[in-house]
């Protein structure tokens, strides 16, 4: 990633992530079903920070594709994203995060092409331990939709994640 304050408290980030993932199980057939592959996201995020540099809200947009083995999980994908940062009591920081994901399976098969609409909220409540270490308490909520599954269902999914990390930086 990289960031840049291009006028005093605007900040500018662009970011690139590439990874392959291995899923292991690749279903009854890969060439069709396997999500192992490579995957790739490129976005950019403008921060306003105000209250003397205490707050942040932010806007993003990120432009993402999966090349996998199984061609029914290619995917293009296009997200927006906003959020707020801010303090609360103490030393306890709250962060909340609103991404809204358009992905399109453009190799589906059977027809009609798979198209999913997914919305993601994530809450954080963090509070540093300590003068290099942080803990971080997270929830994020997970909503698909796709849009040409009919009454089968199969892609139009609820996920709940939620847990504890500890973080050191120096």
Do not use: C
Request: aromatic share 22%.
């Amino acid at each position: 990633s990289l960031t840049g304050e291009w006028k005093e408290n605007w900040v500018l980030t662009g970011y690139e992530w590439l990874g392959a993932k291995n899923f292991r199980d690749e279903g009854f057939d890969p060439s069709l079903t396997s999500r192992n592959g490579f995957y790739h996201w490129t976005g950019f995020i403008q921060s306003y920070f105000f209250d003397h540099r205490r707050r942040e809200i932010y806007a993003g947009y990120e432009f993402a594709f999966d090349a996998t083995k199984g061609q029914n999980f290619d995917q293009i994908e296009n997200g927006f994203r906003v959020g707020l940062k801010t303090p609360l009591i103490e030393k306890f920081e709250f962060e909340t995060d609103f991404y809204f994901q358009d992905g399109f399976y453009e190799h589906f098969n059977p027809h009609p092409k798979r198209h999913d609409l997914r919305s993601i909220y994530d809450v954080k409540l963090s509070r540093p331990v300590g003068r290099h270490w942080r803990i971080t308490g997270f929830y994020q909520f997970t909503k698909n939709n796709t849009q040409n599954d009919g009454t089968r269902g199969l892609f139009d999914y609820h996920r709940n994640i939620y847990g504890v990390e500890m973080s050191f930086n120096y």
